[in-house]
C-alpha cells in the first residue's frame, strides 16, 4: 500500500513538473505563429481551446455540470467575468512575448502571489500574520525599483498579476473544475473570436488562410497547448500535497525568466536585478510562512472530516477541483 502511494505521488510530481514546465516554457511558442498579430492568435487560442476540451469531456463523459451552471445565472455570469479577465491575460501575455518582453511578463507571475495577498486584504478584509506584511511591502518596493529600471511602472507585470489575481478570485466564486472551467470560459468566448477570425478571413487579413499549411496547424495547436498542462495540472492536484504545487508554481515564472534572458538576449541592468531580488525575497519569506503554518497547524485527515460532517463525502470529491481552480494562465 505504501509503494502504491509512494508510485502515485512519483505520477504526481511528474505531471507537476510537465504542467509547469509547459507553462514556463510557452514563450518559444507563441513567436512561431508570427506572422498572426496578438489579437488573432488569442482568437485562434479560444476557438481551439474550445474543440481541444470539447472532445476531453466527451471521452470523460462529464456533462453534468453544464446543465447545473446555466440553471444558475449568477455563478454563469462569474464565469463571463473570468472569460472576459482571462482574455485580457491570455491576449497581454501573447502581445508580451512576442514584442521582446518575456521578462516583464515572467515578473508579473513571480509578484502574482503577492497581488492576489492585497487582493485579499483590500477586498476581503483578511487578516495577514507579519511576516505576509512584510512580503507585501518588499513587493511594492521591488515595483518601485523596477519603476525606475524601467523608466515607468512595469505595467505589463502588473496588468498580468492583477488579471490573473482577479481570475482566481472569481473562479474561486464559481468553484468549477479546470477542465470544466476553461470549457464554460471558451464556449463564452467562442463566437466573439469566431466572428473576429471570418472577418479577418473577409477582409483578406487572415494568416490561417494564406501563410501554408504549417502555419495554419501551428494555429490549430493553440488549442492543444492551453490544454495540455491543464490536463497534467489536474492529474498532479489529485496525487502530491497543495503546498508541494504550491513550490512547483514558480518554475514557469523562472523558465520564462532564464528565456528571457539566456534564449532572447533582453537587457537586465543592474537596478532591474535589484528588482527582481526584492520580489523573489519576498516570495522566500512567503514560502517560509506557509511551510511553517502547514507543520503548526493539524488538519483532521478527510476520513475523519466525512464521519462527523454530512457534507464530507462532497469534500473529498471537491478536494481536487479546487486545487484545480486557479490553474488556468498564459
Not at 490536463?231 to 497543495?242: D, E, H, N, S, Y
Request: overall charge positive.
Amino acid at each position: 500500500m505504501a509503494e502504491k502511494s509512494r508510485g502515485e505521488q512519483r505520477i504526481g510530481l511528474l505531471n507537476g513538473f510537465a504542467a509547469y514546465g509547459m507553462w514556463g516554457l510557452v514563450p518559444l511558442f507563441w513567436p512561431l505563429l508570427k506572422p498572426a498579430g496578438a489579437i488573432e492568435i488569442l482568437a485562434h487560442r479560444m476557438v481551439w481551446s474550445l474543440a481541444v476540451v470539447a472532445v476531453a469531456l466527451l471521452v470523460i463523459r462529464r456533462w453534468g455540470w453544464a446543465r447545473e451552471l446555466l440553471r444558475q445565472p449568477r455563478r454563469l455570469g462569474l464565469v463571463a467575468v473570468a472569460a472576459a479577465v482571462i482574455t485580457v491575460n491570455w491576449g497581454l501575455y501573447i502581445w508580451a512575448v512576442n514584442t521582446g518582453h518575456v521578462v516583464e511578463a515572467s515578473l508579473g507571475y513571480f509578484i502574482n502571489p503577492l497581488v492576489t495577498i492585497a487582493m485579499g486584504v483590500l477586498l476581503l478584509k483578511e487578516r495577514l500574520r507579519p511576516v505576509q506584511w512584510a512580503a507585501v511591502g518588499i513587493g511594492f518596493a521591488a515595483v518601485l525599483v523596477l519603476s525606475v529600471g524601467y523608466g515607468r511602472p512595469p505595467w505589463i507585470s502588473l496588468a498580468l498579476a492583477f488579471s490573473f489575481a482577479i481570475y482566481g478570485l472569481v473562479k474561486k466564486k464559481v468553484n468549477l473544475g479546470g477542465v470544466e472551467s476553461l470549457a464554460a470560459e471558451t464556449a463564452i468566448q467562442f463566437l466573439p473570436a469566431l466572428g473576429y477570425l471570418l472577418w479577418l478571413t473577409s477582409r483578406g487579413d487572415s494568416t490561417f488562410s494564406t501563410d501554408g499549411a504549417g502555419h495554419a496547424a501551428l494555429l490549430a495547436a493553440t488549442g492543444l497547448v492551453t490544454a495540455a498542462p491543464l490536463v497534467c495540472f489536474g492529474a498532479a492536484a489529485i496525487r502530491v500535497p497543495l503546498s508541494t504545487l504550491g513550490l512547483l508554481q514558480y518554475l514557469a515564472p523562472v523558465f520564462q525568466f532564464l528565456l528571457g534572458i539566456f534564449y532572447f538576449h533582453e537587457a537586465m541592468p543592474p537596478e532591474r536585478w535589484a528588482g527582481f531580488t526584492l520580489v523573489w525575497l519576498a516570495l522566500t519569506l512567503l514560502t517560509w510562512d506557509a511551510w511553517r503554518t502547514i507543520r503548526r497547524s493539524r488538519p483532521r485527515p478527510l476520513e475523519e472530516l466525512a464521519r462527523v460532517s454530512p457534507e464530507g463525502g462532497r469534500e473529498r470529491r471537491e478536494l481536487p477541483e479546487r486545487r484545480e481552480r486557479d490553474a488556468v494562465g498564459q
